[in-house]
């Protein structure tokens, strides 16, 4: 299949600061702290949940100007991207553009890792990032990057919740195949006349898709099953984003 090379990743959420973060994604979900640093340019930490889900936080730094300040400005904190790991950029970058996609080249490193990101406008309103890395990088990428402190927790929630994926809202049915099933190579799970269901590899999240012609082409929510304790109907507050519970989701 084209694409079946890429691995679902993880989830980023922008917002002003990552410390405002644990207090949800660790004392009511339970996520496990994971790795990050500074970038120069924004802040990153990664936090992990059973199943293969993993949320990461983004917060900007640096003068003013850079794209996480823009999306803040724009928008305010909220999901901002979602990650592939592909095994070359290059052919996927060009199926991309010949797919009507705009395609934003990211940084890349001496040692082999590179990134690009396709645009929310062509995207169905997220930011997919694809990424680059050898095993080496990836070793250094988990490590972190010095310079930063891992963020102050409280107590973690147990059993800790499963992160289940991504919901987004399209108007299309035939361009979200192309874009989740063509293009980026995830297995179609659900194929329902209200909903589409893709999965990458197993663990790992999913991205569902609510098919409405009349709605937008945007993210909705972050799904999660089996919380340890009750998870709010509306957006979490300083995270701006929903988390809704998927009741029944299996293994």
């Keep these: 299949m084209v694409g079946s090379d890429l691995t679902l990743d993880h989830i980023a959420i922008g917002m002003e600061r990552i410390s405002d973060a644990p207090a949800f994604l660790v004392g009511v979900l339970g996520g496990v702290s994971g790795y990050g640093g500074p970038t120069g340019e924004y802040k990153f930490w990664n936090w992990d949940y059973p199943g ?3 949320l990461e936080i983004l917060e900007p730094e ?13 928008g305010g904190p909220g999901i ?19 797919a009507g996609h705009t395609v934003l080249d990211g940084r890349a490193s001496d040692g082999g890792y590179a990134e690009a990101f396709l645009h929310p406008k062509t995207a169905m309103g997220v930011v997919v990032q694809l990424t680059k890395t050898h095993d080496t990088d990836n070793a250094d990428h988990e490590a972190g990057v010095p310079g930063m402190d891992r963020p102050v927790e409280p107590a973690a929630a147990q059993p800790a ?10 108007t ?19 194929d329902h006349p209200d909903e589409l269901i893709f999965h990458w590899q197993s663990p790992g999240m999913r991205v569902r898709v609510r098919l409405d012609p009349a709605g ?20 979490v507050p300083l995270l701006c984003v929903r988390f809704d519970v998927v009741t029944g989701a299996g293994s």
């Design 80 to 98: 901002h991207h979602i990650t592939f790991h592909v095994d070359e950029l290059g052919p996927i970058c060009e199926r991309a553009r010949a």
């Design 172 to 190: 299309d049915r035939a361009r979200a195949l192309r874009q989740w099933r063509d293009l980026l190579g995830g297995r179609l799970v659900l």
């Design 216 to 235: 937008a082409d945007r993210s909705e929510a972050i799904e999660v099953a089996d919380p340890p304790g009750p998870v709010p109907s509306d957006p």
């Design 161 to 170: 919740a499963r992160v289940l994926g991504l919901r987004m809202c399209a």
């Design 62 to 74: 640096g003068p003013p100007g850079g794209f996480l300040h823009r999306f803040l400005e724009r």
């Design 52 to 54: 293969g889900g993993q």
